[in-house]
């Protein structure tokens, strides 16, 4: 973390409650803006898998043996 990114994080500290809440808030909406051009890659992904799928080209996986790969229980 920078040096100017460490100074705000400790006034931000200070805020009360409900304004610490509303910056992070800020924050993170400030890294979610939408994209059109990945959305739609991500469709024609969803797309080309879910048709892969219904073929028969691909196989699936239970849930909890994914997680069980990760070490994680569901």
Same mark, same amino acid.
């Given at each position: 973390?920078? !040096?100017?990114?460490? +100074?705000?994080?400790?006034?931000?500290?200070?805020?009360?409650?409900? !304004? +610490?809440?509303?910056?992070?808030?800020?924050?993170? !909406?400030?890294?979610?803006?939408?994209?059109?051009?990945?959305?739609?890659?991500?469709?024609?992904?969803?797309?080309? +898998?879910?048709?892969?799928?219904?073929?028969?080209?691909?196989?699936?996986?239970?849930?909890?043996?994914?997680?069980?790969?990760?070490?994680?229980?569901?």
């Amino acid at each position: 973390m920078t !040096e100017i990114a460490q +100074r705000l994080l400790i006034q931000a500290m200070k805020l009360p409650v409900t !304004e +610490r809440a509303a910056l992070v808030a800020g924050l993170v !909406e400030s890294l979610d803006k939408p994209d059109p051009t990945l959305d739609a890659l991500w469709l024609k992904e969803a797309e080309s +898998r879910m048709a892969g799928y219904l073929a028969g080209e691909l196989a699936t996986v239970d849930a909890k043996e994914a997680f069980a790969e990760l070490g994680q229980k569901i």
